[in-house]
Structures are given as C-alpha cells and as structure tokens.
C-alpha cells in the first residue's frame, strides 16, 4: 500500500535546473528521513542527498552547492532542487523514503525519474 514516486526529471542543457519531488503516499506511513540516489548506465547507485526530521541535509561531494534536498512539514514530500546541471549528472534518480507504520520501521524505493543534461 505504500507507494513512493518520484516526478521532475527531464531534458536539460548544462548549466540549467530541474526540481525533483517525491511524494509517498500511505495513509499510515510517518516518513522520518528521505533521500536522493542516482544510477547511471553501466555505474553503482550512489547517495546523492538525505534529510531527516531533526537533522541538517546532507551532500555528496560532488553535488555540494549545486543541489538543494528539502522535506515538507506536515505531508510526506520531499524536493531536490538540482542547478548548474552538468553532463555527469545524468541518471535515473530514486526517492528512497524511511519511516514508520505504526511501531515498525520501514523503508520503501521509488521507481526513479530520468534526468538527462545535454545540449
């Protein structure tokens, strides 16, 4: 019943920005953390951004100062505001949300949204 998606990838030049959301829907699901990873063809999933409720956001090096994780209080949404795009920041990108149902702790992956920075 709970379903994570991910919406906002597009086609982008370099240089431009695209906001990605995540949006779980549970009617019982507490999200208490939310993250962003990124796989390119042929490459490992890497984190690329993670936030949780009572903590700073967190980076990967090599989005640090470009990407902007953030979580909407009160409703289980997440954004990662992504600018300067580059070419390397092509890939499938996965909302990976943790929480709770009730006393149990859980966590659920999204199908990803393509991001595709070229000219």
């Known amino acids: 019943q709970v379903q994570v998606v991910e919406s906002g990838g597009d086609l982008v030049q370099p240089g431009g920005s695209l906001r990605l959301s995540c949006v779980v829907s549970?009617?019982?699901?507490?999200?208490?953390?939310m993250n962003w990873h990124r796989q390119a063809p042929g490459k490992q999933r890497e984190l690329v951004a993670g936030?949780?409720?009572?903590?700073?956001?967190e980076y990967a090096d090599f989005v640090k100062g470009r990407f902007a994780i953030s979580r909407d209080s009160g409703e289980n949404t997440g954004h990662l505001q992504m600018n300067d795009l580059k070419p390397e920041d092509t890939a499938v990108y996965y909302c990976?949300?943790?929480?709770?149902?009730?006393?149990?702790?859980?966590?659920?992956w999204g199908q990803g949204t393509q991001v595709t920075v070229s000219s």
């Open positions: 936030i949780t409720t009572h903590g700073y956001p």
């Open positions: 549970a009617s019982r699901f507490r999200v208490y953390a």
């Open positions: 990976h949300a943790e929480g709770t149902i009730g006393d149990a702790m859980v966590d659920y």
